[in-house]
């Protein structure tokens, strides 16, 4: 009987003590944003995702944490040897807390070796991982392989892993690290590249039928995350229409001065 007292009374002492320790583990301010839907994983996890639309941050066991852009999936498996992870779609910043073990992420046919650093990996349509260094350095792979070419990013430097396992040179030209802000900063591109990146975040997509509207080309800060500001920020910009919908808002020419926009 005695034995079964001590028995409960130290099981009861160690799901207290777990649970301080857990408690201390969820990052600061984690829960104060509400665009973030937060998380404390306390061991290895098959895997974390975020839908359309949704950022998603997520701490792990070591104290490390992954943020999630929209519509984005990462696997999960912690071993005593190693802290291995995949991006299977979008995109994701890894945060990582420096420790003995390696800390890998594998995208598309590469791989991404780090202890303590901050980079994004981003899966593009075409099958490639892009791959962006905020800081500290990482170790890029084009393969699986022990003998693929390894590049060292430092902060500032980017590189991709094209599908066919080939790792293009390291650039200086980074691509939107800033995407975890509401407001986002672009330079002369097209409109319709711009309705493709806004489309990621919202299930009512911004759309047009007309191809001259398409091509217009648009630098400025822009907030992607909610369709209908967007659509009458451009018609303001080109004197366009933007008709608003329930399943959808749409961009078109208004019925004056039609040639306009033929060029």
């Not at 650093?117 to 792979?141: P, W």
């Amino acid at each position: 009987m005695l034995a079964t007292i001590a028995l409960l009374v130290g099981a009861f002492t160690t799901l207290a003590v777990l649970y301080l320790h857990l408690d201390a583990k969820a990052p600061d301010g984690a829960l104060r944003d509400d665009r973030f839907a937060s998380k404390v994983s306390p061991a290895p996890i098959a895997s974390i995702s975020s839908g359309p639309g949704e950022y998603y941050r997520t701490t792990l066991a070591d104290g490390s944490s992954v943020l999630l852009d929209t519509d984005s999936l990462v696997t999960i498996a912690y071993t005593p040897q190693e802290r291995r992870l995949r991006l299977i779609r979008g995109r994701a910043r890894f945060e990582v807390v420096h420790e003995a073990r390696p800390f890998k992420v594998a995208a598309g046919s590469g791989l991404v070796s780090a202890r303590g650093t901050i980079f994004d990996v981003r899966l593009t349509a075409a099958g490639a991982a892009k791959v962006d260094l905020i800081q500290g350095a990482v170790d890029v792979s084009a393969s699986m392989a022990r003998t693929a070419p390894v590049r060292r990013l430092r902060a500032g430097q980017s590189t991709i892993i094209a599908q066919n396992a080939a790792l293009m040179q390291i650039s200086t030209t980074q691509s939107d690290t800033s995407w975890p802000d509401d407001l986002k900063e672009f330079q002369d591109i097209r409109v319709d590249q711009l309705m493709q990146e806004a489309n990621r975040y919202h299930a009512v997509p911004l759309v047009t039928g007309d191809p001259t509207i398409a091509k217009l080309r648009v630098s400025g800060v822009f907030e992607l995350r909610d369709s209908r500001k967007l659509c009458k920020r451009l018609a303001r910009l080109f004197d366009i229409a933007c008709d608003v919908e329930a399943n959808q808002v749409s961009l078109r020419r208004k019925n004056v001065d039609p040639e306009k926009f033929s060029g």
